[in-house]
């Protein structure tokens, strides 16, 4: 009888209904066929040598829902920052055309009223505005909120808190006082600088109040009168943008 002589790896295919899904089949001593799904939606699907690939072709099919949806959410994820539809940066209130500039510079500057991306290659820009972003986002959140702790630090005790930034989907921030921490949404970079204000004071006045009673609405109209106001401007359309010179 021959043995069973199979790739460690090999891509493969599975047609379900109109969709194509490709996966990566890696072979290891497992007991179970296992799947994953990476942050980039790419399809890993483990099994041992032994199993019958119309088996495991028949595992991936079955799970079509669930890899369309986890696949779907991966790409939300990676387009946080650039949606290459429109063509448009949304950066501190304001829309910036991006033009994109091939050559032998790598980077993205905010000049003359437009984001300009400097790359090798068009498909490298979603990462690059990705990673500039994330360094404005850290740069411009730590200074709000090192500016929000020296303002209510003269009339309460405060924690210097640790800043983390992530995307989240139903909320603009948190804080959790047990461990000092205020997490801030990466998505507050698309919206005028006063709305990062009022989520940062949202977020140290939870130091003072866990809750959202009276008293912690007055805490934050103490340092924000308009907090109202500033609350919605994530609503507000974007203005086109007017930045002279390099950020």
Same mark, same amino acid.
């Given at each position: 009888?021959?043995?069973?002589?199979?790739?460690?790896?090999?891509?493969?295919?599975?047609?379900?209904?109109?969709?194509?899904?490709?996966?990566?089949?890696?072979?290891?001593?497992?007991?179970?066929?296992?799947?994953?799904?990476?942050?980039?939606?790419?399809?890993?699907?483990?099994?041992?040598?032994?199993?019958?690939?119309?088996?495991?072709?028949?595992?991936?099919?079955?799970?079509?829902?669930?890899?369309?949806?986890?696949?779907?959410?991966?790409?939300?994820?990676?387009?946080?920052?650039?949606?290459?539809?429109?063509?448009?940066?949304?950066?501190?209130?304001?829309?910036?055309?991006?033009?994109?500039?091939?050559?032998?510079?790598?980077?993205?500057?905010?000049?003359?009223?437009?984001?300009?991306?400097?790359?090798?290659?068009?498909?490298?820009?979603?990462?690059?505005?990705?990673?500039?972003?994330?360094?404005? *986002?850290?740069?411009?959140?730590?200074?709000?909120?090192?500016?929000?702790?020296?303002?209510?630090?003269?009339?309460?005790?405060?924690?210097?808190?640790?800043?983390?930034?992530?995307?989240?989907?139903?909320?603009?921030?948190?804080?959790?006082?047990?461990?000092?921490?205020?997490?801030?949404?990466?998505? *507050?970079?698309?919206?005028?600088?006063?709305?990062?204000?009022?989520?940062?004071?949202?977020?140290?006045?939870?130091?003072?109040?866990?809750?959202?009673?009276?008293?912690?609405?007055?805490?934050?109209?103490?340092?924000?009168?308009?907090?109202?106001? *500033?609350?919605?401007?994530?609503?507000?359309?974007?203005?086109?943008?007017?930045?002279?010179?390099?950020?």
């Amino acid at each position: 009888m021959l043995a069973v002589i199979r790739l460690t790896s090999e891509i493969r295919k599975v047609a379900v209904g109109s969709h194509i899904i490709q996966y990566t089949l890696i072979i290891k001593n497992v007991k179970n066929i296992n799947m994953h799904v990476s942050e980039k939606g790419e399809i890993l699907v483990s099994a041992n040598a032994y199993c019958p690939l119309n088996k495991i072709d028949a595992f991936v099919a079955d799970k079509v829902d669930w890899i369309l949806k986890c696949q779907q959410a991966a790409r939300d994820k990676a387009d946080v920052f650039y949606h290459a539809d429109d063509q448009v940066l949304n950066y501190l209130g304001a829309a910036y055309p991006i033009r994109l500039v091939l050559g032998q510079r790598k980077g993205v500057k905010l000049e003359h009223h437009e984001c300009i991306v400097y790359l090798h290659e068009a498909k490298e820009a979603p990462s690059l505005i990705r990673s500039f972003l994330i360094r404005q *986002c850290e740069k411009i959140f730590m200074a709000e909120v090192e500016a929000v702790y020296e303002l209510m630090s003269r009339d309460y005790v405060l924690p210097v808190p640790r800043l983390k930034i992530r995307e989240m989907n139903s909320r603009w921030g948190s804080c959790m006082p047990s461990k000092r921490q205020i997490t801030l949404n990466v998505r *507050c970079i698309y919206y005028q600088r006063e709305f990062l204000r009022y989520v940062v004071i949202h977020e140290f006045a939870h130091f003072i109040q866990p809750n959202h009673s009276k008293q912690f609405y007055y805490i934050i109209e103490k340092y924000m009168p308009d907090y109202k106001r *500033c609350s919605k401007l994530f609503e507000a359309p974007m203005v086109k943008a007017s930045l002279n010179g390099n950020q």
